[in-house]
Nanobody
């Protein structure tokens, strides 16, 4: 059964940075588009960004709210996808998830997520 494992969350002050990691034991991430998502308390889960598969060009795109601050990268040798988050804002506080596919309505492999808290 496909299930992602997210890690790297924590508490930071506004303006700080975190790097989240996404892995799926036994599943080769390079072959698939991988999405990053987040869910804040009382809000619906939303897409943050998407990393295309190698066959899809390997590029990435981002939600307007994080564009210029967040960067998705992959290390296929480690079978890991990263979300580098810079210039964090309190509005970025949420549980962050990764999943296969980039549309939240069809994404699969939901794990426990990793909590990110941005507060002074």
């Amino acid at each position: 059964q496909l299930q992602f494992v997210e890690s790297g969350g924590g508490s930071v002050q506004p303006g700080g940075s975190l790097r989240l990691r996404c892995a799926a034991p036994g599943f080769t991430l390079a072959y698939f588009a991988i999405g990053w998502f987040r869910q804040a308390p009382g809000k619906e889960r939303e897409g943050v960004g998407c990393s295309s598969s190698s066959d899809g060009g390997g590029g990435a795109y981002y939600a307007d709210s994080v564009k210029g601050r967040f960067t998705i990268s992959r290390d296929n040798t480690k079978n890991t996808v990263y979300l580098q988050m810079d210039k964090l804002k309190p509005d970025d506080t949420a549980v962050y998830y990764c999943a296969i596919f980039c549309d939240v309505t069809v994404a699969e492999g939901w794990g426990q997520g990793t909590q990110v808290t941005v507060s002074s």
